[in-house]
């Protein structure tokens, strides 16, 4: 895995993975909610897109749980885990074209950077942030993330 564009490859296929980390409460499903049907209807994107949620707390499987509300926006596979090792969990995700990590913070991906007018000065963001993304300006933001992810994509 390359640390700078987050490229995994195979002779068959390539798979582009981005994270997205804020503080807790921040709105990072929520985004992640509105931004895959976003990249499903978008024409430049034809693929299947994963994610995985790094919880720090117990799993739960109800209706309206994090990960069925990622599924139900259309990703692909969506896997919740309290795993701390990212090279682990990746090792055991099926095959994606594009992988969304929401969480392990130290992974060697790139990260979006989600952020809304308050802050929490508790919170320390990973050093490999590519974007910073504004939430305040819902639509742009998705836009942006669009955008952004696009360039990944075609850089590949």
Same mark, same amino acid.
């Given at each position: 895995?390359?640390?700078?564009?987050?490229?995994?490859?195979?002779?068959?296929?390539?798979v #582009?993975?981005?994270g997205?980390c804020a !503080? &807790?409460?921040t *709105?990072?499903?929520?985004? %992640?909610?509105?931004?895959?049907?976003s990249?499903i209807? =978008?024409?430049?994107f034809?693929g299947?897109i *994963? #994610?995985?949620?790094h919880?720090?707390h117990? $799993?739960?499987?109800?209706?309206n749980? =994090? &990960? +069925? @509300?990622l599924?139900?926006? *259309?990703?692909?596979?969506?896997?919740?885990?309290?795993?701390?090792?990212f090279?682990?969990?990746?090792?055991?995700?099926?095959q994606c +074209?594009?992988?969304? #990590?929401? *969480?392990f913070?130290?992974? !060697?991906i !790139?990260?979006f $950077? %989600?952020?809304?007018? @308050?802050? =929490?000065? /508790?919170?320390?963001?990973?050093?490999?942030?590519i974007?910073t993304? =504004? $939430?305040?300006?819902f639509?742009?933001s998705?836009? /942006?993330? $669009?955008t952004?992810?696009h @360039?990944l %994509?075609?850089? /590949?």
């Amino acid at each position: 895995m390359e640390t700078q564009l987050s490229i995994l490859s195979s002779p068959c296929n390539t798979v #582009v993975i981005i994270g997205f980390c804020a !503080p &807790s409460k921040t *709105g990072k499903t929520t985004f %992640l909610e509105h931004l895959i049907p976003s990249l499903i209807q =978008d024409h430049r994107f034809q693929g299947k897109i *994963g #994610v995985i949620k790094h919880c720090h707390h117990n $799993l739960s499987n109800h209706h309206n749980s =994090d &990960s +069925n @509300r990622l599924q139900r926006a *259309g990703a692909h596979h969506v896997q919740a885990t309290t795993e701390s090792n990212f090279d682990h969990v990746l090792s055991s995700f099926p095959q994606c +074209n594009l992988i969304l #990590v929401e *969480g392990f913070r130290s992974a !060697p991906i !790139p990260f979006f $950077l %989600l952020k809304r007018q @308050r802050e =929490d000065k /508790q919170w320390k963001a990973p050093s490999n942030i590519i974007t910073t993304i =504004d $939430l305040t300006h819902f639509e742009t933001s998705i836009q /942006q993330a $669009l955008t952004t992810i696009h @360039r990944l %994509l075609l850089a /590949q």
